[in-house]
C-alpha cells in the first residue's frame, strides 16, 4: 500500500493545528477574558486600555532644531533619531500607497488586526518549521514603535521589542483598541512619522531629505516605493550602499504591489522598473561640531546653549533627562546673539588671524535689563578635531595632551565646568558697590600708602602697583587708578563677606577647591585679597555682573536665548517653585543692590575709561583712559591684571551693552602673558561696543543722587 496518503495528512496534522492556534490568537485578542486567561494573563485589560489611551496621544521623538536670531536661519539641529512631525496632508499620496502596499495591503479592510494574515503567517511558519511570515498589520506596527520610543526603562523598551507570544497579543489587542481612537488616515500618519527608513532617518519627512533632499509631499512613485521598501530592512535594501541591487530588486517588489492594488497602472510599473535609484544624499547636522563653517565662532554659544539647558529645571529633573528632552523634544530655540555685536567681537579678538597663539583672547556681551547674551567670541576654531594642535603649554600635562589651540571646544568663554580665570582688579567692583549698597558715600576718602598693613587680615600688607597710586583718594580716584590699598582698606570697612555674597548674588561661582574655602561663611570674612581679584572668573560671569551695574542694581540671570518654542508652535513654559508659569526665555530678573548705589558705582566706573564722572573728580589719570574716545559715548569699566600679568581683564559698559574681555593661557595659569598684552581685552571690549552700537542713538548714565555722593 502507497505511503503518500499518510504523509499527506502527516502533513496536514501540523497546519491544522497552526489554523487551530490562528483561531485561538484572533479569539484571545477580541475577548479580553480569553486574553486574560492564556497568554495575556500577565496583562489585565485594564492596563492596556490605560496605555492604549496613551498612544493616541503620544508623538514620537522630534528634532530640536537651533536658529539665529533672525528664526530663519538654521545654525544646527539635537537628535538622538532625525525626524519632523509631518502631516498626511503634506506627504504625497505616493508614499501613503507605498507603505501600505509594501507592509499591509489589507490596511483599509482590517480593524487593527487581520485575521487572514494571522492565520496564512501561522500556516507559512509551521510550514517552514520557524519564523519565515510575519502578521504584523502596519497599526500593530505603529503600537510596537510607539510602546518603544515612549518607554522610560530599559525593562519597557525589552517589553516592547521582545519577540515573544506574550508581546503579539498585547500588540494586536492594543492595535484593535487603538483603532476604536484613531482613524485610519491618523494610523497612518503616525506610522510614516515613526517608522525608520536607515542612515538615521526616522519617519518619512527625514527619510525625503536624507535620501532624495526633497520633501515628502514631492515624492515621486519610484522614490516612495524605494522608502516604501527600506522599512521591512533598512540596512539590508539601503540604496545608498555601493550595490544596489537588493534595494533595486525590493523597489521594484513595491512597484508590482501598487499595481495589485490599483494604486499604479501596469505601464507605469513597467516603465517605473526600468529606471534606476537615483540618489540625492543630504546629511543633517547634528549638535555644536556641525554649525556651519561660516557660523564657526557661533558654536562656542551653541555650546554654552547646550549647558545652559542642562541646569534648567523646565526640562526634567536632572542633566540626563534636560539632554534628552533636548534631543527628543522638537524644540525650536532662537538664539541671542545679535550677528552685529558678534562679528564685532569676532573681529575685535581676532578669531580669523590669531588661532594659533597659546594666549586666549575671548570676549563676551551681555544686554542690562535682560541677561540677555549678545556675543561670545574668542580666538580658537571651534572644532573636535584636536589632530593639528600642538603640545600643550602646562608641564605637568604629559607629552600626550593636546593644546586648545587653534581647534577646541573647550567652554573657555564660560556656561560650562571650566574654572576660569583671576580676573584682578575687576574684582574691585565688588567691595565698592556693597559700601555704597550700605550707605558709605563715593567721597569716602582714605590717605592711601604704598603699602598698606591690614589689621583685619592678620597682617596682611599688599601694595600698590606704582607709588604715583599714594595719597588722599576717593571712591572716583580709587577706582580710576585701581589703588589696591585704598581698596583693601574700604573692604575692611564694610567686610570682606558682604562684598563675597553680593558677588554671588551678581552670578559668580566658585569652581575651584581654593576659592570654595575661602568664600565659605567661615572664611569669608578674611578674605582680604578678594578685593584684588584672586579668584577664578569667566568672561560670561563678569559681564552679566557689570550690565546689572549698568541696569540700576537689577541683575538678570545670563541666558542664550530670545525664545523657545514647543512642537505645536507655543511658546515653552514651566512652573516656578512658587507655582507660577512663565516662558523659559523670559528674562530672570531682581534687584540686587538699590539703584542710587548702581548709579554711583557707574560714575566712579567712569573714571578708569577716560569718561568724565557726573559728580565726582577722578584724580587726574586713570588705567584705560583710551576706551572713551574709542566708544565716542558714555562709558563704565574696569582693568584687571594678576600677579606677573598671567591674565590681563577689561570689563566695560554704556547703558545697552556690558562686556568682559581677557587674556591668558587656557592650558597654564602660570605662563604669563605679559604687560605688553595687557591692552589687548581692553582694545577688544572699546572697539566692540564702538562697532555693535554704531548707528544706535547715544544714551547717558544717570547720575547718582546728592546723598550718596556725600
Known amino acids: 500500500m502507497s505511503n503518500r496518503p499518510l504523509a499527506a495528512a502527516g502533513r496536514l496534522v501540523p497546519l491544522l493545528r497552526a489554523g487551530l492556534i490562528a483561531g485561538i490568537v484572533v479569539a484571545a485578542v477580541a475577548y479580553p477574558v480569553a486574553a486574560a486567561t492564556g497568554l495575556g494573563a500577565k496583562v489585565t485589560a485594564h492596563a492596556m486600555e490605560h496605555k492604549t489611551k496613551i498612544l493616541s496621544t503620544a508623538l514620537p521623538a522630534e528634532t530640536s532644531y537651533v536658529y539665529a536670531p533672525d528664526g530663519k536661519t538654521v545654525l544646527t539641529m539635537f537628535y538622538e533619531e532625525y525626524r519632523q512631525y509631518t502631516k498626511l496632508a503634506d506627504i504625497s499620496p505616493h508614499m501613503q500607497q507605498a507603505i501600505v502596499a509594501a507592509e499591509d495591503n489589507r490596511f483599509y479592510q482590517h480593524r487593527g488586526v487581520d485575521p487572514k494574515g494571522v492565520a496564512r503567517a501561522f500556516v507559512a511558519n509551521a510550514r517552514s518549521s520557524g519564523v519565515s511570515q510575519g502578521a504584523s498589520t502596519l497599526t500593530m506596527q505603529y503600537v510596537r514603535m510607539a510602546l518603544r520610543d515612549s518607554a522610560k526603562t530599559p525593562k519597557e523598551v525589552q517589553e516592547a521589542t521582545q519577540q515573544t507570544s506574550l508581546r503579539k497579543v498585547r500588540e494586536m489587542r492594543m492595535a484593535m483598541d487603538l483603532e476604536k481612537e484613531l482613524s485610519k488616515d491618523d494610523v497612518l500618519e503616525r506610522y510614516l512619522n515613526s517608522a525608520y ?148 567681537a569676532e573681529q575685535n579678538v581676532g578669531t580669523k588671524e590669531s588661532t594659533g597663539s597659546p594666549f586666549a583672547n575671548g570676549i563676551v556681551v551681555s544686554e542690562p535689563g535682560t541677561g540677555r547674551v549678545k556675543a561670545m567670541a574668542v580666538n580658537r576654531t571651534y572644532s573636535l578635531d584636536l589632530s593639528e594642535n600642538g603640545q600643550s603649554s602646562n608641564p605637568e600635562a604629559g607629552p600626550k595632551v593636546k593644546a586648545n589651540y587653534p581647534n577646541t571646544v573647550a567652554p573657555l568663554l564660560g556656561g560650562g565646568d571650566l574654572a576660569g580665570y583671576q580676573a584682578g582688579s575687576t574684582f574691585k567692583m565688588f567691595p565698592m558697590l556693597a559700601a555704597l549698597n550700605a550707605g558709605m558715600p563715593l567721597s569716602t576718602s582714605f590717605n592711601a600708602p604704598h603699602r598698606y598693613r591690614s589689621e583685619v587680615y592678620d597682617g596682611w600688607s599688599p601694595s600698590n602697583a606704582s607709588g604715583a597710586m599714594s595719597g588722599n583718594q576717593t571712591m572716583w580716584s580709587g577706582f580710576g587708578k585701581s589703588v589696591n590699598t585704598y581698596f583693601v582698606w574700604l573692604e575692611e570697612q564694610v567686610g570682606a563677606d558682604k ?212
Open 197 to 344: 527608513f536607515g542612515h538615521r532617518a526616522y519617519g518619512i519627512y527625514a527619510a525625503s531629505e536624507i535620501f532624495f533632499s526633497k520633501a515628502p509631499k514631492d515624492l515621486s512613485p519610484v522614490e516612495a516605493a524605494t522608502l516604501a521598501g527600506l522599512v521591512k530592512s533598512p540596512s539590508e535594501y539601503d540604496p545608498a550602499s555601493s550595490d544596489q541591487k537588493d534595494a533595486t530588486g525590493r523597489r521594484n517588489y513595491v512597484l508590482d504591489r501598487m499595481t495589485q492594488l490599483g494604486y499604479l497602472s501596469p505601464d507605469a510599473v513597467t516603465q517605473a522598473k526600468t529606471e534606476p535609484i537615483r540618489l540625492k544624499l543630504t546629511y543633517p547636522p547634528n549638535d555644536c561640531a556641525s554649525v556651519p563653517e561660516k557660523w564657526n565662532s557661533w558654536g562656542f554659544a551653541c555650546d554654552y546653549l547646550k549647558n545652559w539647558w542642562s541646569t534648567q529645571p523646565a526640562f526634567g529633573e536632572n542633566r540626563l533627562e534636560r539632554l534628552d528632552k533636548l534631543r527628543r523634544g522638537g524644540y525650536r530655540i532662537v538664539l541671542s546673539l545679535d550677528p552685529k555685536i558678534q562679528a564685532a
Open 499 to 710: 562684598a563675597v555674597r553680593l558677588a554671588e548674588q551678581l552670578g559668580l561661582r566658585w569652581r575651584t577647591d581654593v576659592d570654595r574655602e575661602h568664600a565659605s561663611p567661615a572664611k569669608a570674612k578674611q578674605w582680604g585679597a578678594f578685593t584684588l581679584g584672586v579668584s577664578d572668573a569667566t568672561p560670561l560671569e563678569m559681564a552679566n555682573a557689570y550690565a546689572a551695574i549698568a541696569a540700576d542694581g537689577r541683575y538678570c540671570e545670563a541666558i542664550p536665548v530670545q525664545a523657545i518654542y514647543n512642537r505645536d508652535g507655543t511658546p515653552t513654559t514651566w512652573k516656578t517653585a512658587s507655582g507660577i508659569e512663565r516662558e523659559v526665555a523670559k528674562p530672570r530678573c531682581r534687584q540686587v543692590v538699590n539703584a542710587d548705589a548702581a548709579r554711583a558705582a557707574t560714575d566712579a566706573a567712569r573714571c578708569p575709561t577716560g569718561d568724565t564722572p557726573a559728580r565726582g573728580s577722578c584724580g587726574g589719570w586713570s588705567t584705560a583712559d583710551s576706551v572713551r574716545g574709542t566708544v565716542g559715548r558714555p562709558v563704565a569699566g574696569k582693568t584687571g591684571t594678576t600677579d606677573s600679568t598671567r591674565s590681563a581683564w577689561f570689563v566695560g559698559y554704556t547703558p545697552e551693552l556690558a562686556a568682559a574681555s581677557f587674556i591668558s593661557d587656557p592650558d597654564n595659569p602660570f605662563n604669563a602673558v605679559g604687560d605688553g598684552q595687557s591692552q589687548i581685552p581692553i582694545n577688544a571690549v572699546a572697539q566692540t561696543l564702538r562697532d555693535g552700537l554704531k548707528g544706535q542713538p547715544t544714551r547717558q548714565f544717570t547720575p547718582p543722587s546728592d546723598r550718596i555722593v556725600g
